[in-house]
T-cell receptor, first 110, second 112 residues
Framework: QKEVEQDPGPLSVPEGAIVSLNCTYS??????FMWYRQYSRKGPELLMY????GNKEDGRFTAQVDKSSKYISLFIRDSQPSDSATYLC??????????FGIGTKLQVIP | DVKVTQSSRYLVKRTGEKVFLECVQD?????MFWYRQDPGLGLRLIYF???????EKGDIPEGYSVSREKKERFSLILESASTNQTSMYLC???????????FGDGTRLSIL
């Protein structure tokens, strides 16, 4: 079993929809959680960085961590075609070693 | 903004060649990392470095080595390239402590 599990999709939604992207993890030592966005033929771009449980909002993006169920979520409101990309979740227990999910490919249809 | 620059976007080499991939960051970050990214496998850590001339093995170091002679530059070396090293290679950097990593745009390496 991988330490961070993520459904690879693809996930297709109509423009304007609320998108929910999810990951689960198995390592109880993970305390730092990240979401990256990766466009085709580009490197991952940091979207959200959170510590421990709770919510963090940045514009149309909300990251949510539930440590009791080991569940990580990213919500995208009012999705746009420009949001079409692969979204990687990641987790770390500190000391810079980061474990990544395999990424979920999202397509937002105009 | 953090800028991590990888010297080549696309590279084609032959089996047995010694291959150098270069990465430079402009934010004075102490930590630098090399990953490879493959479909269905995600990002896997090859090597990382916490300081100049220091290096640590990641999860898949076999067949690779690294060099960090200057703080801003981290090189990945494929000692004798093989076809199973065809992949997307990503470099990242970060500040010390529990700070997020920032990535370059990757080098897509094909070994023929």
């Amino acid at each position: 079993q991988k330490e961070v599990e993520q459904d690879p999709g693809p996930l297709s939604v109509p423009e304007g929809a609320i998108v929910s992207l999810n990951c689960t993890y198995s390592n109880s030592a993970f305390q730092y959680f990240m979401w990256y966005r990766q466009y085709s033929r580009k490197g991952p771009e940091l979207l959200m960085y959170t510590y421990s449980s709770g919510n963090k909002e940045d514009g149309r993006f909300t990251a949510q961590v539930d440590k009791s169920s080991k569940y990580i979520s990213l919500f995208i409101r009012d999705s746009q075609p420009s949001d079409s990309a692969t979204y990687l979740c990641a987790a770390s227990g500190g000391y810079q070693k980061v474990t990544f999910g395999i990424g979920t490919k999202l397509q937002v249809i105009p | 903004d953090v800028k991590v620059t990888q010297s080549s976007r696309y590279l084609v080499k032959r089996t047995g060649e010694k291959v150098f991939l270069e990465c430079v960051q402009d934010m004075d970050h102490e930590n630098m990392f090399w990953y490879r990214q493959d479909p269905g496998l995600g990002l896997r850590l090859i090597y990382f470095s916490y300081d100049v001339k220091m290096k640590e093995k990641g999860d898949i170091p076999e067949g690779y080595s690294v060099s960090r002679e200057k703080k801003e530059r981290f090189s990945l070396i494929l000692e004798s390239a093989s076809t199973n090293q065809t992949s997307m290679y990503l470099c990242a950097s970060s500040k010390p402590g529990n700070q997020p990593q920032h990535f370059g745009d990757g080098t897509r390496l094909s070994i023929l």
